[in-house]
């Protein structure tokens, strides 16, 4: 857990917002069940003090990134993204995978974001659900 979140309720509570929020805007544009449920984990890793100094092209290229790195890349491979408006960037990176007793597979990552030249991180661990999207565990 990044820093910023040790003993900040405030952070904690951000984040929660911010993955709810997340997943309800995706939703509203009418995105695919894995695009939403990016939405939410992104939006829960930006959610409080990094959220909000990301704007929403940040939040969305943001967004995509962590959708290619759950659906796509290996373990150790990153997806990055960068926003040349805003000079804000960031990498999505899956750390280890495995399956559970029920058979579903999780994805334990690693993700950045540098605003203004300082660099923040996040780990998590995402599960795939039933319908092929991603949820976040942890």
Wanted: aromatic residues 6%; glycine residues 16%; positive net charge.
């Amino acid at each position: 857990m990044s820093e910023t979140y040790k003993g900040n309720p405030k952070a904690v509570l951000g984040s929660l917002g911010g993955g709810a929020a997340g997943g309800v805007i995706a939703a509203v544009a009418g995105a695919n069940p894995a695009l939403i449920v990016a939405s939410v984990v992104v939006g829960g890793l930006l959610g409080g003090y990094i959220g909000h100094k990301l704007d929403d092209r940040d939040k969305r290229m943001a967004s995509e990134a962590a959708r290619q790195a759950f659906e796509n890349n290996h373990t150790g491979q990153s997806s990055t993204w960068q926003n040349p408006e805003s000079g804000n960037s960031g990498s999505v990176t899956p750390t280890r995978t495995y399956q559970i007793a029920n058979g579903q597979y999780c994805r334990e990552y690693t993700q950045d974001i540098v605003i203004g030249g300082e660099k923040n991180q996040t780990y998590g661990t995402a599960c795939r659900q039933a319908d092929g999207s991603w949820k976040i565990k942890s």
